[in-house]
């Protein structure tokens, strides 16, 4: 089945530092989905990018969808600890009659004063 | 809107015993699934339903049932708890096998 990596798998930054985590597909992606998880709750949707090569910005947080649609970014700029939490990735994948929406496995950021 | 929401938010259960956790959601999505999160490994798919009536496996599917009687709930099934199902369970909600997800609270179960 589809495989959905992430790295790193945790970073420590001080605030006001840059951050930035990759998703990787083994398979080519319909779409991606990103993912914020705050110590101790759920996740919450972040934002869905579709085409090839897309950018999307959301306040200091960019995201990117590769070329090839399998692989995505999760940049952010200027850190604050309000950014402290675990980012997901997810794609669908196709499994014959629906889709099933498959995680990759976090970057868990920890924003430090 | 309450969204998904899940019960319990907390369980200790004995190796063996049967429980089951609730998921019900009242956004009218076809679409619902349960995961679970351990440390390191991100949320693997358990079962997953794309309407009432109609379930399939995910990832990590054994020693668990679904079903799925009524658009809203999709209840998860232990059969005979093992301590290698400590984990905290997600229930999600969405229009559709691509869309965005609606997570509820969590179950966070502990089988000692």
């Known amino acids: 089945g589809q495989q959905v990596m992430q790295i790193p798998q945790y970073q420590h930054v001080q605030e006001g530092e840059d951050f930035t985590t990759y998703c990787n597909s083994s398979?080519?992606?319909?779409?991606i989905q990103w993912y914020k998880q705050r110590p101790g709750g759920h996740p919450v949707f972040l934002i869905q990018?579709?085409?090839?090569?897309e950018v999307k910005k959301q306040k200091r947080l960019t995201f990117q969808f590769g070329e090839a649609k399998k692989n995505s970014s999760l940049h952010i700029t200027a850190t604050q600890t309000t950014d402290v939490g675990t980012y997901f990735c997810?794609?669908?994948?196709?499994?014959?009659?629906?889709?099933?929406?498959?995680f990759g496995t976090g970057t868990r950021l920890q924003v430090t004063l | 809107n309450a969204g998904v929401t899940q019960t319990p938010k907390f369980q200790v259960l004995k190796t063996g015993q049967s429980m089951t956790l609730q998921c019900a959601q009242d956004?009218?999505?076809?679409?619902m699934s349960w995961y679970r999160q351990d440390p390191g490994m991100g949320l693997r798919l358990i079962h997953y339903?794309?309407?009432?009536?109609?379930?399939d496996q995910g990832e990590v599917p054994n020693g668990y049932n679904v079903s799925r009687s009524t658009t809203e709930d999709f209840p998860l099934r232990l059969l005979s708890a093992a301590p290698s199902q400590t984990s905290v369970y997600f229930c999600?909600?969405?229009?559709?096998?691509?869309?965005?997800?609606?997570f509820g609270q969590g179950t966070r179960l502990t089988v000692v």
């Open positions: 398979t080519t992606l319909s779409n």
């Open positions: 956004m009218n999505h076809e679409y």
């Open positions: 990018l579709v085409k090839s090569g």
């Open positions: 997810a794609g669908p994948e196709w499994a014959g009659t629906a889709s099933k929406l498959t």
């Open positions: 339903s794309v309407g009432a009536g109609i379930t």
């Open positions: 999600a909600s969405s229009m559709g096998g691509n869309t965005e997800a609606f």
